[in-house]
């Protein structure tokens, strides 16, 4: 029965409920974004409708790729963002089925879509996609570090627990992590690792169209495409709910908290729209002294503070 | 690191007409630049030469969509200077007025397109959607927004009338608090001065020997533009500051050219505000015999028209120099070295007009001319020939 359980949540929440989700959100993101620029904005089915269109278009797979590798990193990042969503999914409506150490493997899981983006960039043969493929390579490496020490923040704080139903529950007795210094602090860090790992302005030198012509995807194209785009979409639900889970308190299903919950995740998704329309996009370079200078500094001191309790 | 080869073009994203750089790469390095133009060509020149004066103003307004005035305006002046004669005052002031319509859209639409090329799309859209107010104004001017076709040899073909000019004055008004807003944003920003400054330096000294014109120079150091060192136009008639900057980076090119727009609303609404009385044409009946160079401060540099006449009604030779033509080399010395995250905002820091600066010329390293128009015409027939076999067309 338990395997049924599991594989409904892997259907219904993993997939289904997260693509919904993601999909608004990622309207919510390009209407603002519009209306930022004086301009009018996609109707509301337009997520969608892109979608769709892309499924009904050819893949081409260029002559020069690696055609196997090509077509299944995709596939492998999509996976790990299903695999996540369930994960936390699980977590958040089943109380107690958090098994040890499911933190860290949420923490790996996420780094696989970036893995695949890479994958998928250097198996294309194409020049331009692998410039793409190996800003993310550095992109990756660069902020990896301080998001693993940002996310040790809570696990600390929460009396050095891996299982995320236990963090969850830390903080429905003494209140969201982010509220204390150190979790301010790594939040903030979470927040710009998020925006990066999103490949979003100003971390979005991986894809910039007007420099390498989308870098990474530039060989992609219809069904294939459609994936990586879901997987993208599906990330701008997955991410902000990693970090609603382990710094904000999590998912109550009960009354105001619902409300609150959903208030946290529509501030997180203009959080990564204001700052994506209010910025150039960096150097990979500077992106990476980005990460590796001021955010592990912050990270690192978060994670001072939280040792001593604050 | 073996060294790659990446395009950018005859179609990029990059810039919307067909050009073509071939960038070596050493890592995310670039080691040399090549750059390759021709898509374009239209032989306006050609053109030229089987039009009367009066048809030729509206071609060369042709030449580019953007600097749709500053051709047909040195053209008249080549025409003019035939002669030589005076354009009556007035003419002189609504020519300034247009002139200075468009290098403010001009420089706005650059602005713009230098946010989208690095990923700064919200200063994409602002700054276009100001630039509409400025085309707005135009179109009240002229009739329409772009291509205005206001001039002709002797002056201008359509008057300024009177209960216009308050209207004008007041959508050029109305993007100066905008502008000063879109300014700071730039001019403050720590992210763009992180992307911009030190960036694609062009020193005093190359500027020189690229001959680099317009902003491109003048964000070098060297004060040289038109206006001021040959005034034409009403340009002389009042106060107004060439703006120079002394790094030649991409950062202080985007700063002359910010600055320069509030220039050019001032020059624009003394203008409108002092517009004299008086005729706005010269008639002009028949052109001597003889050769007269017309050149005037595009808002990419200066544009240089040379017209030879015959007698006749029709330019016996007319020779374009658009500013492009001598800023585009200036990547040799301003790409070499530097990221390629950088070439494609340094390619586009000297706002290059390619279909300004198509030219054919077929020369071997000698210098030497391989083709004459008929060897081309040549080719041209032998290619068609050769595609028509391959697919089998009768």
């Known amino acids: 029965m338990t395997y049924l359980m599991y594989i409904g949540y892997l259907v219904v929440f993993g997939v289904a409920v997260t693509a919904v989700i993601g999909l608004l959100a990622s309207w919510i993101d390009r209407k603002v974004t519009a209306r930022v620029q004086y301009r009018v904005g996609p109707p509301l089915l337009q997520p969608v409708i892109d979608l769709v269109k892309l499924l009904g278009k050819e893949t081409l797979i260029p002559s020069g790729a690696s055609r196997t590798m090509f077509l299944a990193a995709p596939l492998i990042g999509f996976a790990s963002v299903i695999a996540v969503s369930t994960i936390l999914w699980t977590n958040s409506l089943s109380g107690g089925r958090s098994f040890l150490g499911d933190l860290v493997v949420v923490v790996y899981l996420l780094a696989v879509p970036s893995m695949s983006i890479i994958l998928g960039g250097f198996a294309s043969g194409n020049p331009l996609a692998s410039v793409g493929a190996s800003r993310e390579m550095k992109l990756v490496m660069a902020y990896e570090l301080p998001f693993v020490l940002a996310c040790l923040v809570p696990v600390i704080l929460s009396g050095y627990t891996l299982k995320l139903g236990d963090i969850v529950g830390y903080q429905t007795q003494h209140g969201a992590i982010a509220l204390s210094g150190g979790g301010a602090l790594a939040l903030i860090v979470c927040i710009l690792c998020m925006q990066a790992k999103l490949a979003l302005v100003p971390f979005d030198a991986p894809e910039a169209e007007t420099e390498i012509c989308g870098g990474v995807l530039i060989e992609y194209s219809g069904p294939v495409l459609a994936l990586y785009r879901l997987m993208k979409t599906m990330l701008l639900f997955v991410l902000p709910f990693f970090i609603i889970i382990v710094f904000m308190g999590g998912l109550r299903l009960d009354g105001i908290h619902l409300v609150l919950f959903v208030l946290k995740y529509v501030g997180l998704v203009a959080l990564i729209t204001v700052i994506r329309n209010t910025n150039p996009r960096l150097r990979i370079d500077q992106a990476m002294r980005f990460f590796w200078g001021p955010m592990t500094v912050v990270a690192v001191i978060a994670v001072g503070l939280a040792l001593m309790g604050w | ?394």
């Open chain 2, 1 to 394: 690191m073996a060294k790659t080869i990446l395009p950018i073009g005859p179609y990029h994203p990059l810039q919307e007409e067909p050009e073509f750089f071939t960038l070596t790469l050493d890592g995310e390095t670039v080691v040399d630049v090549d750059v390759r133009l021709g898509y374009n060509h239209r032989g306006i020149e050609k053109l030229s030469e089987r039009k009367t004066f009066d048809q030729s103003t509206f071609l060369v307004e042709r030449i580019c969509g953007i600097c749709s005035t500053s051709h047909p305006f040195a053209f008249c002046q080549a025409v003019e200077d035939v002669i030589p004669l005076e354009v009556p005052l007035r003419a002189k002031y609504i020519r300034t007025i247009i002139a200075e319509g468009e290098r403010i859209h001009s420089h706005l639409l650059w602005l713009g397109l230098a946010g989208h090329f690095l990923g700064y799309n919200t200063v994409y859209m602002w700054a276009w959607k100001l630039r509409e107010e400025i085309l707005d104004a135009m179109e009240i001017l002229s009739g329409n927004r772009n291509n205005y076709a206001m001039f002709k040899p002797g002056g201008v073909r359509r008057d300024i009338k009177p209960e216009d000019i308050p209207a004008v004055l007041k959508k050029v008004d109305s993007i100066v608090p905008t502008l000063e807003m879109l300014k700071n944003a730039v001019i403050d920003d720590p992210v763009l001065h992180a992307r911009l400054k030190g960036v694609g330096i062009l020193s005093r000294q190359k500027s020189i020997d690229y001959s680099a014109l317009g902003p491109t120079s003048r964000a070098s150091g060297v004060a040289r533009d038109v206006r001021k060192d040959s005034p034409y136009g009403a340009y002389d008639q009042m106060e107004w500051t060439m703006i120079v900057t002394q790094n030649g980076d991409v950062f202080d090119k985007a700063v002359v050219r910010i600055l320069e727009t509030f220039e050019s609303v001032n020059i624009m609404k003394y203008c409108l505000e002092h517009l004299p009385p008086g005729e706005i044409d010269a008639h002009i009946t028949s052109l001597p015999p003889g050769e007269g160079i017309g050149h005037i401060e595009a808002p990419r540099g200066e544009t240089f028209h040379y017209v030879l006449s015959d007698g006749t009604n029709r330019p016996a030779r007319h020779k374009v120099r658009a500013p492009s033509f001598m800023n585009i080399p200036t990547f040799k010395a301003t790409v070499v070295g530097q990221e390629l995250s950088d070439a494609t905002i340094i390619l586009a820091s000297v706002d290059p007009c390619y279909c300004c600066t198509e030219r054919v010329a077929v020369r071997d390293t000698k210098g030497e001319k391989l083709f004459n128009g008929k060897e081309l015409l040549r080719l041209s027939w032998a290619k068609t020939e050769r595609i028509k076999k391959e697919l089998g067309v009768p």
